[in-house]
């Protein structure tokens, strides 16, 4: 069983950068996907970048060119940088964690271990 802490979170001014933090305890895998979602106000939950153990990373249209998502497989952390914040970047930011293996698994598996969520906002 893995728990998830997420961190890093808070209020950004627009064109501002931030970055999230996200820590696995417990008995993680040495195969894994990680993941990164966002529920802005009033709209779904959106996966917005994934990465798998060996560091291949995809994100989502919405943010691609402005975040870095990367891995520290030692100690299962998972960071995101977001660049050049917007408004509509007001969200709880959540990160996700499963035992699936490879990179083209990854981009599709229902993830089943979640972190508490951490709340990013952007002022305009």
């Known amino acids: 069983q893995v728990e998830l802490v997420e961190f890093g979170g808070g209020s950004v001014q627009a064109g501002g950068s931030l970055r999230l933090g996200c820590v696995g305890t417990?008995?993680?895998?040495?195969?894994?996907?990680m993941a990164w979602f966002r529920q802005q106000p009033g709209k779904e939950r959106e996966r917005i970048a994934t990465?798998?153990?060996?560091?291949?990373?995809h994100a989502a249209d919405s943010v691609k060119g402005r975040i870095t998502t990367s891995l520290d497989d030692q100690e299962t952390r998972l960071y995101l940088e977001m660049d050049d914040l917007k408004p509509e970047d007001t969200a709880m930011y959540y990160c996700?964690?499963?035992?699936?293996?490879?990179?083209?698994?990854?981009?599709?598996?229902?993830?089943?271990?979640w972190g508490q969520g951490t709340q990013v906002t952007g002022s305009a």
């Open positions: 417990g008995n993680s895998k040495s195969r894994y996907c």
């Open positions: 990465i798998s153990d060996m560091s291949t990373t």
């Open positions: 996700a964690y499963s035992t699936r293996s490879g990179f083209e698994s990854c981009l599709s598996v229902q993830f089943n271990t």
